[in-house]
């Protein structure tokens, strides 16, 4: 009982001082720019983009998926650079030389960057219902949470996947912003999954997000939980997998860093 109380200790301390560590430095006002303002931006922009081209009648189907979208800026970024910056801020060694529970440890890095992905979502989807006409009369608002909930872990999974990638190599950000662009490109945001080549979408339906988006249009268009519950199902599964893999590169990465010596060296 005491070890596992320890366990949870060091998962939630932890998860909170690595998210100030990456964001402490930040001024509230440049904070709630990044919070706020720069995904509300991008947003209206693929938004507006998509009405105009596909008829006003869809917009909604670009509220939602972008909206949801939104994961993605905590999931990808803030936690790849929650893993990545103890070797920039050279803490990496003392994270290594504990005998502290790694699992608790990595899987806690995203703990609080997957309730900031959530909150952006939230944020999202009331931009939506204030500027863009979103109508939530039809939802049920627990299912809705829940497929927030689950495609934030999802994608905060893949996260702490690509965060290990920045043990590794000196272009992580190259990397985040690759796959952050795929995101919006292949997940079904903004173009139907089906309008994808074959190729394209058996990439999609790998990725988080795409299987999130399609439930939060069903549900926000009335249908049940239980109708979209093989999509969070699998979505849960793809987020399980993406942090396993994430893991298993992580211990690698310290054992062969001290093996050779090389937890300081880029």
Known sequence: MRKLWLDLRLFLE???????????????????????????????F??????????????????IGNAVQMAASSGIFGVTMSIGGDRWAGTLPYLFGTPANRLAMFVGRAFVHILDGILGVVLGLAWGVLLLGL???KTDPLALGLTILITTFSTSGLGLLLGCLSLITRNVMFVNNTVFFSLLLLSGANIEVTNLPAWAQNISWSLPLTRGIAAAREII?????????????????????????????FRWFEFQAKRRGTLDVF
């Open 221 to 249: 268009a009335g249908s049940e939980l239980s109708q979209v519950a093989s999509l969070l199902g699998m979505e849960t599964l793809l987020g399980v997998v993406y942090i396993l893999l994430g893991y298993a590169l």
């Open 14 to 44: 932890g998860a909170l001082l690595s998210y100030r560590a990456l964001f402490a430095w930040l001024r509230p006002v440049t904070y709630l720019a990044s919070k706020v303002v720069a995904p509300l931006s991008y947003m209206l």
């Open 135 to 137: 109508d939530l009369s």
């Open 46 to 63: 693929f938004v507006f983009l998509g009405a105009y081209a596909t008829g006003k009648d869809n917009a909604s189907f670009y509220v």
